[in-house]
């Protein structure tokens, strides 16, 4: 069997996955100019949320990703309200925001493994129901079609509400000129909160959905953190086109990297783009 | 009556005083212009009053009420608006959304998701029209020539609709006929009742527009009072040319 038909399967799913971190941590980059390191672990709160829900507790699996995606939302506005926003008005430097938000991981990440033990866990019920689909010569199983969907709308509803709402346009002047944009009456705090609501749902579901299709631990934000983040440096940081196209690229960039080697690689592959990125466009695909 | 007025007014950036005790009272529908050599703290003068830097000590009293500290997003609340000597827009939006985003209705949940209503988008081409951009309503900002950028920046100020404009050096660099155009728009807010601060450093334009004159020297004020007789004397004219 050829292999190059399951190879752009993979690439489209990681990349979508990878997207999916990116487009929330961008949109917060966008408004805060800051690296908001607690955006991985977010996606395990998503995670977490629905396998206590929908596992432990036996609710309804739409609905425990309904209330994991809210509260992955309510845990980056609050990671916002009472740790970044007092340091904000302390005119703390973005350093400080950085190690701030790095505290904030960890102590979220430790809480998680106290509540639900380190050990891997799945989402899915039983691994044998998923719906597989054959596309061309590639499998893809019915989450991640689910994947792919989501990244697709949540692209297409991202770019809407930044383009087309009052909302998106504060946003977008404030990610121009915070200062400007307070002067002409925009709450830059305000829509800051809103900003971290909505990148931290989005990395909530990723979270989710990464758990239905591997699994998830505690540990599994790092990982998504980093890729996100790779995504958003090769695309041009704070740029939702840009981070997209980076996690597309990432995502080809690795799979194709271990075609004919070991898939240990795939990490190293990945640093290795971002430290081409960093010596040669180092502002990213988009960015100038 | 003072559209605006200040007491005491202090700011120093470490050892330099660049506000220095400066009182001040700006009467309402008039053009006042403040000048003053290079560093005598006007640009800071106008950065106190709008909240781009913290005041030290002193008060600023806009249209009867007193404010010992402004916080940048009230500042159209208080009914000021201003412009930047260095032109500062919102360079990723195009012409149009520079202008539009500032006429959000303020504190209203219900507006999050909407989009802009007919009345926003007829004020938009109003504006536009007036500084001259219209036709160029769809190009970004950052496309802008310098002189363009001026006037964008004039616009938006219009858009806000405020009381008190605190323009700095609007007239800077521009060739006559976007000049022209930026004269109208100064003179057309005074004749509306509107309060004009005016940084300016030509003394013909001052003339033109200024009802009354304010010379700040070091932080200090050097002289006030009606333009001709400020401009006739001889302690004003040596500050500028002595330095
Ligand atoms: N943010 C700041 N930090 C440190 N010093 C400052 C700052 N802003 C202004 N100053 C100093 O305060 C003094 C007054 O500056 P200001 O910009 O208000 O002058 P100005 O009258 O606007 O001059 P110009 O005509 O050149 O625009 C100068 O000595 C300047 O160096
Ligand atoms: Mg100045």
Known sequence: MDI????????????????????G???????????????????????????YFAKTLGWNVYLAVIIGVLLAGIAGYGLDKFVYLPLRKRKASNMVLLVASL??????????AILFTSQFKTLSYSVGTQRIFEIFDGVITQTQLIILMSVALITAGLILLLYKTRFGKAVRAMSDDEEVAKIVGINTNRIIGR?????????GLAGILVGFDTGIEPTMGLGLLLKGVIASIIGGVGNIYGGVMGAFLLGFVENFGIWKISGEWKDAIAFALLIVFLLFRPKGIMNK | MNALEIKKLVKHFDGVYAVDNLSLAIEKGKIAAVIGPNGS????????????????????????VGARAI??????????????????LFNQMTVIDNILVVLTERNVFGALFEKHSAHHLKRVEEVLIKVGLWEKRSALAQSLSYGQRKLLEIGRALAMDSEVFLLDEPFAGLFPE?????????????ASGKTVVLIEHNMDLIRELADHVVVLDSGKLLAEGKSEEV???PEVMEAYLGE
């Open chain 1, 4 to 23: 190059l038909p399951q190879l752009i399967v993979n690439i489209i799913i990681a990349g979508a996955i990878y997207a999916l971190v990116a487009l």
């Open chain 1, 25 to 51: 941590f961008n949109l917060i980059y966008g408004a805060t100019k800051f690296f908001n390191l607690a955006h991985g672990v977010i996606a395990a709160v998503g995670g977490y949320a629905v396998f």
């Open chain 1, 103 to 112: 505290g904030a991981f960890t102590a979220i990440q430790a809480v998680i």
């Open chain 1, 195 to 203: 900003i971290f609501f909505i990148g931290s749902a989005i990395a």
């Open chain 2, 41 to 64: 703290g006007k640009t800071t003068l106008i950065n106190l009053i709008s909240g781009i830097v913290p005041i030290d000590s002193g008060v600023v009293i806009i249209n009867g």
């Open chain 2, 71 to 88: 916080k940048p997003y009230n500042v159209p609340a208080y009914g000021i608006t201003r412009t930047f000597q260095e032109v500062r």
């Open chain 2, 178 to 190: 976007m000049l022209k155009i930026m004269v109208a728009a100064v003179k057309d807010l005074r």
């Open chain 2, 231 to 233: 401009l006739s004397r």
